[in-house]
């Protein structure tokens, strides 16, 4: 039996060549991100966890359609999973989004806790604000008696232990905050929170603005090897003076103004079939 929310070398195998399929049959790709990590025992090692790994994050880099990472509700992505479905591998094409009550992040927070909020910093911690340790260290530093200092570090040693559980436990619940959707958003490692009751209309309208904005986009590339995607974006722009964020209406204008950017089409390869002649015959005059 094999653990959920884990990559194993079978699964990672299956999954880079289910990506790689997708491709050649020029499909969008939807991906719900559940995963904790990868699989690391000597037996997965030895079956080529880190190959096929690897193998998903090629997949992925040489992906020519959209490719959306959404993380479901109450589902995580850690570690290892993290890495191979990151949008930085495919940044043109790929996009991560979140449900609110989704989790994301390389460590778990119990983990960045026992990492970054060890026993010393908690104990300092405890000293600095804790109104009975202030209490305590101040007697002990004014006593003399060693029978008295003895009793006096019984207690402090008894209070920290009542505080621990406390301050642990507020640590994590402060390192979870870094892994909620509004986090994710500022740091700019997901595009949007999407809730999970309106995903299916949002992915809709995105994949369907998504492939017709690409389509129109290569058209535009084609038409003059000079134009960047960057500049072929900013040339359909010019024909849509609504909000180019919204979905739904960006999808719509791709639909109503397809013979209008057809014709934009036609009118650059034009302007560029022109420039290229005139480059020519001024190359012929100069010889």
Do not use: C
């Not at 949008?87 to 927070?109: F, H, V």
């Not at 305590?136 to 008894?158: G, H, N, V, W």
């Not at 209008?260 to 012929?284: H, N, R, T």
């Amino acid at each position: 039996p094999q653990a959920g929310q884990v990559l194993f070398p079978d699964s990672s195998y299956k999954t880079a060549q289910a990506i790689r399929d997708f491709n050649k049959e020029g499909l969008p790709v939807m991906i719900f991100a559940n995963w904790r990590g990868f699989s690391g025992g000597s037996r997965d090692m030895a079956g080529e966890i880190l190959k096929f790994g690897a193998m998903i994050v090629d997949a992925l880099r040489e992906y020519e359609h959209p490719v959306y990472i959404y993380l479901p509700p109450h589902g995580e992505l850690r570690g290892g999973s993290w890495v191979v479905v990151d949008p930085t591998i495919n940044e043109a094409k790929m996009e991560m989004y979140a449900d609110p009550d989704s989790r994301g992040g390389i460590l778990e927070p119990a983990g960045i806790t026992e990492v970054k909020f060890r026993l010393p910093d908690q104990l300092a911690m405890m000293h600095r604000l804790d109104s009975q340790l202030q209490s305590l260290d101040s007697e002990l530093e004014l006593t003399e008696f060693e029978d008295t200092q003895s009793d006096i570090k019984e207690q402090i040693s008894a209070r920290e232990e009542v505080l621990k559980p406390v301050y642990l436990q507020a640590a994590t619940e402060f390192a979870d905050l870094h892994d909620k959707t509004g986090r994710m958003k500022a740091k700019g490692v997901i595009r949007a929170a999407v809730p999970w009751e309106r995903s299916r209309e949002f992915f809709y309208y995105r994949a369907k603005r998504r492939i017709a904005e690409d389509s129109f986009v290569k058209q535009l590339v084609e038409a003059d090897s000079k134009l960047s995607k960057d500049d072929a974006l900013d040339v359909i722009k010019s024909l849509y003076d609504g909000d180019w964020e919204d979905n739904q209406t960006v999808a719509s204008f791709f639909e109503e103004k397809a013979s209008e950017l057809e014709d934009k089409v036609k009118e650059v390869k034009l302007g560029a079939v022109k420039a290229q002649i005139e480059a020519l015959q001024a190359e012929l005059e100069g010889m």
